[in-house]
């Protein structure tokens, strides 16, 4: 079992930035591919970002490539998202994710998640 905390979330003008971390409880976090998602009012779950228990595998969705950066410290059981650049578009509640088989893109493959952190960006 893994339990997963997430902070930073907070209101920021459209070309900030912020970094969102996520904090797991257990001694496996290092056994598992993360995830990182956000889904706004009306819309369904969207797939932001994932890293590999290694570190060695990266995907991002389009939408956030190049502005965003996921990393993960396996020693801290954490995993952040670094934000730049951000748009209005961006506004939504972030979550992190655990998945213990296999880097994925689909919330239904990730069997643990947070409760979330508002991120809204004012334009």
């Known amino acids: 079992q893994v339990q997963l905390v997430e902070s930073g979330g907070g209101l920021v003008q459209a070309g900030g930035s912020l970094r969102l971390s996520c904090a797991a409880s257990?001694?496996?976090?290092?056994?598992?591919?993360m995830g990182w998602f956000r889904q706004a009012p009306g819309k369904q779950r969207e797939f932001v970002a994932a890293i590999s228990w290694s570190g060695r595998s990266i995907y991002y969705a389009d939408s956030v490539k190049g502005r965003f950066t996921i990393s993960r410290d396996n020693a801290k059981n954490t995993v952040d998202l670094q934000m730049n650049s951000l748009k209005p578009e961006d506004t939504a509640v972030y979550y992190c994710?655990?998945?213990?088989?296999?880097?994925?893109?689909?919330?239904?493959?990730?069997?643990?998640w947070g409760q979330g952190t508002q991120v809204t960006v004012s334009s």
């Open positions: 257990g001694r496996t976090f290092s056994n598992y591919h």
């Open positions: 994710a655990a998945n213990p088989r296999t880097i994925a893109n689909m919330f239904g493959e990730y069997d643990y």
